[in-house]
């Protein structure tokens, strides 16, 4: 079992620039989720993936965000058009089950948007 | 409004002494977990309570679930420098709208002083 991980790790970009992410979840995981934590907070709900399906996605995620889990195993999450309040630390997790699930999370990306 | 209130958001105490970290809400969970973070880092999961009442211990951690699963206590007895961090509390499908959408609270920071 080697966990979540994520990559890159770290990446800073110009405003107005495309940026993408990807998740790759424990692998007998079925339910892949994206947060994003601002500094001194607690992270907050972006969206989530049961298999290659997204059920539900959160108001802050805007038209300039998209996420995929195209063959329901690692999951990409694009932001386009990038602006400094987009700056934060954008976290993965991954389940199992259909309903209750404790969810183990990724390293993170940090993402600084000058 | 912050669904999920975490007290207190700072700690500084000396090594050898207790704490008590709370999570309250207006709304059911139909789980709670507590996660800590470091910096730069994911959270890691510590505990899952599910049952109203639930109490479960780590070691020193001991972790309670509200018997009407809107509430939760993480107590850290005799605190070691190694304890410090950032301490989540984070709920799963609040008032039965979401399952797998984690509600989480501010987050606590823990300093412990040799």
């Known amino acids: 079992d080697t966990g979540v991980s994520q990559n890159p790790r770290h990446k800073i970009t110009k405003r107005g620039q495309n940026v993408t992410f990807r998740c790759d979840p424990i692998?007998?995981?079925?339910?892949l989720y994206w947060y994003r934590q601002t500094l001194g907070q607690g992270p907050e709900f972006l969206t989530y993936?049961?298999?290659?399906?997204?059920?539900?996605k959160s108001r802050l995620l805007s038209d300039r965000f998209s996420a995929e889990r195209p063959k329901g195993s690692f999951s990409t999450l694009e932001i386009q058009r990038t602006e400094q309040g987009d700056s934060a630390m954008y976290l993965c997790?991954?389940?199992?089950?259909?309903?209750?699930?404790?969810?183990?999370f990724g390293p993170g990306t940090r993402l600084l948007v000058l | 409004t912050q669904l999920l209130e975490q007290s207190p958001q700072f700690l500084s105490i000396q090594e050898g002494e207790n704490l008590t970290v709370y999570c309250n809400s207006s709304?059911?969970?139909?789980?709670l977990q507590w996660y800590r973070q470091e910096p730069g880092e994911g959270p890691v999961l510590l505990v899952t309570?599910?049952?109203?009442?639930e109490v479960k211990k780590l070691k020193r951690l001991t972790f309670q679930f509200g018997d009407a699963r809107k509430d939760s206590s993480l107590h850290i007895t005799a605190a070691q420098p190694g304890d410090t961090g950032l301490y989540l509390c984070?709920?799963?499908?609040?008032?039965?709208?979401?399952?797998?959408?984690?509600?989480f609270g501010q987050g606590t920071i823990l300093t412990v002083h040799p």
């Open positions: 997790a991954s389940s199992w089950g259909h309903t209750q699930g404790t969810q183990y």
């Open positions: 692998s007998e995981h079925n339910r």
């Open positions: 993936f049961q298999n290659e399906a997204q059920l539900e």
């Open positions: 709304s059911v969970f139909s789980s």
């Open positions: 309570v599910v049952t109203g009442g």
């Open positions: 984070a709920g799963d499908n609040a008032g039965g709208t979401s399952y797998g959408k984690l509600t």
